[in-house]
């Protein structure tokens, strides 16, 4: 009896997505922790957490390993994972930032030191453990959007601290701090701007659809086939007729306006927004049930009225959806513009590229994620309130 | 209205033939594109070769992506892999958030510049759709169909052969269509770190200010996408009416 029962009970208190877990932190810990180069092109040498770190600190980190590999493995409360999770994560990258100092030879400032593979894969387990116990703990919309401000505020915290100075990334920063911002600004523009824009078209526009029947078929058949076009190609393509803008229409070189740059990755983006905007105002519309609108309309509400006040607060959810894909998306293709001119922190990437420098690609695509990341959890929580108000409305 | 639409396609698969068999016969309709009498049609490498290596890339990557993402779906979608469900959705949405120019430079120095880094980016991308719709498309079949084929005496497999899989398969489809087109796209930015696709084509006539190339490269690309996703809309149609008689 008891030879049977014992693999149920095991099973019972091993979770079995915290065995996969531990598994990927136990590759983490194999593979080189840090990477030291004699510069900043050459390929790196790698070091295991023992050969990185001053021995107090590898001991540390190995201690806290063994911690996390026993609350992922082990049915514990999920609040005892997210910690596990998050203080491993915390101490992994403050652990880096020391082994930069550890390796580096005094007063050589060619030598690069890099997080290794070992600690991306560390970092990639803790953050996999956390984020799965963000989930089970089904955490209403705005207690994410909580976490998440807590959890940037940590980030700028270690990079405002100082405690990665020495490591290549912020090496890298260093020596074009005034050009990141400025590519940075120049990427929120592009990618916000274009999506406010698209909104500022396709909402009337969806709208437009919703109403004329005879519309709709052709309008998102267009939109279809604008989708189509890569995005180099678009934006190179509108080069020529933006050239042509500028060149030939008073006042348009005065805003900004011209062949290579910003103007034609700023149109593109624009374009390629419009699909998801447009098709989710109609679907959205679509799925706004005939009795409600009846019923305000028999409460003797006008037309704008009932536009306004009933059918687009409840289309809001499915609206949003779009503009969140689309924003999400936009964030990404921004980068694809600095191949133009556009400039986006794509500008380093492609630098990096082109150097084999990958610090310079990190410092454009680091910034990218975290970017399209943030937005993405603000926006799914918005959806998620929204739709969340619209049914409790529904209810009283 | 069908036999219109339907003439379109066929006279865009049969332009697309012609142009990528002799493209110096569209030479003419190019050349007010150029300038300083640059080449009007790429010369680099044949328009022919750049295709099919770029279907090809597309194929490889969507095949994968589709058979590990209907896997997974799958998998949690059965009692056992149950646990695994909604951190695999959390996951696969995360993965969408990264730029993939990111993912494939930051590939390049694990795999090399080429086909490689353009192949692993594609394949993550291509994973959400059909991961997404898989899930749909499973947990979409009734309990009262499942609840029938397991009262005729099914084995889970074939319930998962005969009844899940095959009323779930328009769903799927969808997915891996959106997955297949998406991938288009993207194969085409594998360029920047030197795949052999349409891209070439374009990024060439960026760097020399000659959008005759980038025009072309582009509505290549544009036609490929237009007639791939009619063909999987064309199939799921059937499967569709299938499933309805």
Request: aromatic share 6%; with cysteine.
């Amino acid at each position: 009896m008891s030879v049977l029962a014992a693999p149920v009970a095991s099973s019972r208190r091993v979770d079995r997505l915290g065995v996969l877990i531990a598994l990927v932190a136990i590759l983490g810990a194999i593979l080189p922790f840090a990477l030291f180069r004699a510069n900043r092109i050459v390929p790196g040498e790698g070091g295991g957490i023992a050969a990185a770190l001053p021995p107090a600190e590898a001991a540390l980190l190995g201690l806290a390993l063994l911690c996390f590999l026993a609350a992922a493995v082990l049915r514990v409360p999920a609040a005892v994972k997210l910690a596990a999770g998050a203080a491993l994560l915390a101490l992994a990258c403050l652990l880096v930032g020391r082994s930069a100092g550890f390796l580096t030879p005094p007063g050589n400032s060619f030598a690069r030191v890099a997080p290794g593979s070992g600690f991306w894969t560390l970092s990639f387990a803790a953050l996999l453990l956390a984020a799965d116990a963000l989930v089970r703990l089904r955490l209403p919309p705005l207690g994410r959007v909580a976490v998440l401000v807590l959890a940037l505020a940590l980030l700028g915290l270690l990079l405002w601290s100082g405690a990665w100075d020495g490591l290549s990334l912020l090496k890298e920063y260093g020596t074009r701090t005034e050009r990141f911002w400025a590519e940075g600004r120049r990427h929120v523009a592009l990618a916000f701007g274009s999506v406010a824009a698209a909104c500022l078209l396709g909402l009337p526009l969806g709208l437009l659809c919703h109403r004329v029947g005879r519309l709709r078929a052709g309008v998102l058949s267009v939109l279809n086939i604008l989708q189509t076009v890569p995005s180099i190609a678009l934006f190179g393509l509108l080069i020529g007729p933006l050239a042509w803008v500028a060149a030939n229409v008073p006042g348009a070189r005065a805003l900004g306006i011209s062949g290579i740059g910003a103007a034609p990755a700023f149109v593109a983006l624009v374009g390629y927004s419009l699909l998801p905007i447009v098709s989710n105002t109609v679907v959205g519309l679509a799925g706004v049930s005939r009795s409600v609108v009846e019923a305000a309309r028999g409460m003797g509400m006008r037309r704008s009225q009932r536009l306004f006040r009933v059918e687009l607060p409840l289309a809001a959810p499915v609206v949003l959806t779009g503009i969140r894909i689309v924003l999400v998306q936009n964030i990404g293709i921004a980068t694809v513009a600095a191949l133009i001119g556009g400039g986006g922190f794509g500008v380093f990437v492609f630098q990096g590229v082109g150097q084999t420098a990958m610090d310079l690609v990190l410092l454009g695509a680091a910034p990218t994620v975290l970017l399209a990341f943030t937005a993405a959890v603000l926006l799914d929580a918005a959806v998620e309130a929204l739709s969340g108000s619209n049914r409790r409305k529904a209810e009283r | 209205m069908r036999l219109l639409g339907a003439a379109w396609r066929i006279a865009l698969l049969l332009g697309l033939g012609v142009f990528l068999a002799r493209p110096d016969l569209f030479a003419p309709i190019f050349a007010p594109l150029t300038r300083f009498d640059a080449p009007a049609i790429y010369d680099g490498t044949s328009l022919l070769s750049l295709t099919l290596n770029h279907l090809a890339l597309t194929f490889a990557a969507t095949l994968a992506a589709s058979a590990l993402a209907l896997g997974l779906a799958v998998l949690v979608t059965r009692p056992a892999g149950a646990e695994f469900l909604p951190f695999s959705r959390a996951l696969a949405n995360a993965g969408q958030t990264f730029p993939p120019v990111a993912v494939l430079a930051l590939t390049v120095p694990l795999l090399g510049f080429g086909a490689a880094p353009t192949f692993l980016a594609l394949f993550l991308y291509g994973l959400l759709p059909v991961f997404e719709n898989a899930l749909a498309g499973l947990s979409g079949v009734s309990p009262g169909v499942s609840e029938a084929a397991r009262g005729s005496g099914m084995t889970g497999l074939q319930r998962l052969r005969l009844v899940e899989l095959p009323l779930a398969a328009p769903v799927i489809l969808a997915g891996i269509r959106l997955s297949a087109i998406v991938s288009l796209g993207t194969a085409t930015v594998g360029s920047t770190v030197a795949a052999k696709t349409l891209g070439e084509v374009v990024i060439a006539g960026l760097l020399s200010g000659n959008t005759a190339f980038v025009l072309q490269g582009g509505l290549i690309v544009a036609a490929l996408a237009i007639l791939i996703n009619d063909a999987f809309l064309w199939v799921e149609g059937r499967l569709r009416a299938r499933l309805a008689s």
